[in-house]
């Protein structure tokens, strides 16, 4: 997914500068990285808030038009206000193309309804991970990283190991050799008692 962000040069500093902001319906913000300089932003909050409410937005490749010029970006850091539905601040990193990126990638589950795990078994899917830290070149940066769960069966568990990715993309982990527990299936202690129960019965 494609998403680009306005913004608008920032050149007063401060909290009261933000603050003023903030009561005109922008939110101020930061670019950085690269080889330009930091730069400060300011973009429109409605605008900004909703689009923070896209996944892809947290794990994709950004177009920021800063006052005409596009540059691209990852969201790096976002500050929200304690209660409110506002966004204080958020950071931009520059991405370089040549060079490689870590980015936390969003994990998608699927088939858990037909795994044999829980189909046949009564099991309940249990998360270990929702998300995963890879390191790869901007233009191979997944969106998400898709986990079937089809073939799963009760007491077992897919490993970083076990996961298809693109060639070009590396689970950060991994390369440190932990090859981290993403999903199981888990048999409740209820269905373990209503077997024990029956064979008992049987027996």
């Known amino acids: 997914m494609k998403i680009e962000v306005n913004a608008e040069k920032r050149t007063l500093q401060g909290k009261g500068a933000s603050r003023r902001l903030r009561r005109l319906g922008k939110t101020?913000?930061?670019?950085y990285g690269g080889n330009g300089e930091p730069q400060s932003v300011e973009l429109d909050h409605n605008d900004l808030y909703h689009k923070l409410k896209l996944e892809a937005f947290h794990a994709s490749i950004l177009t920021l038009n800063v006052s005409g010029s596009?540059?691209?970006?990852?969201?790096r850091d976002i500050q929200m206000h304690p209660y409110k539905p506002v966004v204080l601040h958020v950071d931009f990193q520059r991405v370089d193309p040549n060079k490689k990126i870590h980015m936390k990638v969003p994990l998608h589950f699927i088939n858990a309804?037909?795994?044999?795990?829980?189909?046949?078994?009564?099991?309940?899917?249990?998360h270990v991970l929702t998300e995963v830290d890879v390191t790869c070149l901007p233009k191979d940066l997944p969106e998400f990283i898709t986990v079937d769960l089809k073939d799963l069966v009760a007491g077992h568990t897919v490993h970083l190991s076990?996961?298809?990715?693109?060639?070009?993309?590396?689970?950060?982990?991994l390369t440190k050799?932990?090859?981290?527990?993403?999903?199981?299936?888990?048999?409740?202690?209820?269905?373990l008692a209503s077997?024990?129960?029956?064979e008992g019965a049987a027996g």
Do not use: H
């Open 28 to 31: 101020p913000g930061i670019i």
């Open 70 to 75: 596009k540059e691209q970006v990852l969201l």
């Open 113 to 126: 309804d037909i795994a044999p795990g829980v189909k046949t078994s009564g099991g309940i899917v249990s």
């Open 162 to 173: 076990e996961l298809s990715l693109p060639d070009s993309v590396e689970i950060t982990a």
């Open 177 to 191: 050799g932990d090859d981290q527990a993403v999903v199981a299936i888990a048999i409740p202690r209820s269905a």
């Open 195 to 198: 077997g024990a129960a029956e």
